[in-house]
């Protein structure tokens, strides 16, 4: 779908430190995210992506998937942006029934989302969401202080830019769909 600038599947800091977080869904409540503590490899992503799509003739290059939801629907940095950095690349949600979207325009981007509560899934299916305060928001913001480069904004404005900017991303994967 999108080159990719190399194959670097290294985390970036930002994404390991936040993997340390303990996520609790906290029965509906908190954030249902299960960051992994290394991106999958460019097998597993490109088995699960033509699995996803029923497209077989894809690859998953574009994506480096760092976490899920309990249902396995799955976050990814995009690489949308060739030449740029991982941490410059857009973060998407991939739901494990064909929902998808924009969650943040960068990695530093998606910390403050996570800050205020809201994770990839529910920024997915619920919309523009309000923040969700029972959620770990100490840790997070604490991530997001010592590895953000973008201000913190409240997640709703975040996401609203992201897909303001990335318009057709539902769209697009949905035509690559069999």
């Known amino acids: ?12 800091p930002a994404l390991a430190d936040m993997a340390r977080v303990g996520f609790d869904y906290d029965g509906g409540e908190g954030i249902d995210f299960e960051p992994y503590d290394a991106f999958d490899s460019a097998e597993e992503t490109t088995d699960w992506f033509r699995h996803w799509t029923g497209n077989h003739d894809l690859d998953g290059d574009a994506y480096r998937v760092f976490g899920q939801d309990g249902s396995g629907g799955l ?13 410059e690349q857009p973060v998407v949600f991939l739901g494990s029934e064909g929902e998808s979207g924009v969650v943040a325009g960068n990695l530093s981007d998606f910390l403050w989302v996570l ?6 899934l529910e920024s997915v299916l619920y919309g523009i969401p309000e923040p969700r305060p029972s959620a770990p928001r100490a840790a997070l913001t604490e991530v997001a202080e010592r590895h953000a480069t973008t201000p913190c904004r409240p997640a709703r404005d975040i996401i609203a830019a992201a897909r303001a900017e990335f318009p057709t991303f539902a769209d697009d994967l949905d035509a690559l769909c069999r």
């Open 75 to 87: 976050a990814a940095v995009w690489c949308a942006r060739p030449g740029r950095p991982l941490t």
């Open 115 to 120: 800050a205020d509560g809201v994770g990839p």
């Open 1 to 12: 779908m999108t080159q990719t600038p190399g194959d670097d599947r290294r985390l970036p």
